[in-house]
């Protein structure tokens, strides 16, 4: 049985993130378990979604982020066995470990929603939360000329929770620039009560919702798709009483519902939901302290977002070196969320949070509580060009702002209650 003194699950942006860390801080014997030939940058489907970019430029090999000097192991994990500190591979046997890292990030769950999987095999319905059908996205909003154009935002746990609304704004912009406004019904049905979780952009994006007459619903829970007659049925509340409310659609984009991968879920690592159980400001294991988990798997009570992954990677980086050091880990994460919200083309919303809900912009130069162009240049342009060539390879830029240095730093040592 090989043996490392670090494996990494998930060679995704939280994996990478972490090897490439570890590897700059010169810790050696580390290994990702990776079955995929392929690294995405999933933060640009939104723009694939809404026809800015080719999908071929989210694209890299997998082979080209793996950090100099970690092993690469292209295999599929199947069982996590934390008594004995080894994971079980589909073709490699079993690899052992003195520390673990789960970051294998979320399944879609197609089969969750009834119809679902048969709704995107049809004309009518697309999601950007997968590379193969992003440019569909892209091609049915092109192509719409008039009905009801149906999003969809689930109330369980997604990765990049904002993503659902982001296209529903491309599309909707891109109807009014067509002069097809008049003839197109946008209708938000979303089973949270509220468009944003924080009051500050949450006033932002009521007004563009306004903007664009878009028919937001919600508490509307989607719990069934009849692909043959087009129509989406949402479960919802009226006082006590619960009833099912159909929705027609002529275009359908859905947020399929995700959830960690089964081995994970069946892996004593795991708690409720199957999100792997970790302290929230270190991120490690409550009962294997030799265990830390980070990204979309992880069970911290914060939006699952490239940033806040990337913003972990730099805790657990520095924890698990500074206990490979014989040291204290003293890195702490406080809840760090970045989501860059497009609300047209060429514009966009930077929403910057933690745990405790309060926004903490780190571009404090300038005010992101509002709609701006230059956003949307970050969005296209910048923050892809600092994913590839700084976050992928460990580095950071030096730009802090009193203790915060979220975004682009290097791990805070305060954390938020």
Known sequence: MRHYRVLIVGGGTAGIATAARLARAKIDKVAIIEPSPTHFYQPLWTLVGGGVVQRETTARPESSVIPPGVDWIRDEAREIDPQSRRVVTAANGSVGYDFLVVATGVKLNWDAIPGLREAVATPYASTNYDYDLAPKTWRLI??????????????????????PQKIMYLAADHFRRRGISSHA???????????????????????VIERYGIDARFRHELVEVRPATREAIFRTKDGDQERRVSIFYDLLHVA??????????????????????????????????????????????????????????????????????????????????????????????????????????????????????????????????????????????????????????????????
């Open 185 to 207: 019904k946008v209708v938000y049905g979303s089973a949270p009560p509220s468009i944003y979780g924080v009051k500050e952009y949450a006033a932002v994006l009521e007004r």
């Open 256 to 417: 399929p519902p995700q959830a960690p991968p089964d081995f994970v879920a069946a892996s004593p690592l795991a708690g409720p939901g199957g999100w792997v159980e970790v302290d929230k400001n270190t991120l490690r294991h409550l009962r294997y302290p030799e265990v830390f988990a980070l990204g979309d798997v992880a069970g911290t009570p914060n939006s699952k977002t490239g940033a806040a992954a990337w913003r972990q990677a730099l805790v657990v980086a520095d924890n698990m070196a500074a206990l490979l050091r014989g040291q204290e880990p003293a890195a702490q994460y406080g809840g760090y969320v970045a989501c860059p919200i497009v609300t047209a083309y060429g514009k966009m919303l930077l929403c910057e949070f933690d745990y405790s809900g309060r926004p903490t912009p780190t571009l404090t130069m300038l005010n992101t509580f509002r709609e701006r162009r230059d956003m949307w240049y970050l969005k296209r342009y910048g923050l892809p060009w600092f994913y590839w060539n700084l976050a992928m390879r460990g580095r950071t830029l030096p730009l802090s702002y009193g203790d915060r240095t979220p975004l682009l730093g290097h791990a805070a040592q305060e954390a938020t209650p």
């Open 142 to 163: 092109r192509n719409f000329t008039g009905g009801t154009a149906l999003f969809h935002m689930p109330g369980t746990p997604i990765k990049c929770p904002g993503a």
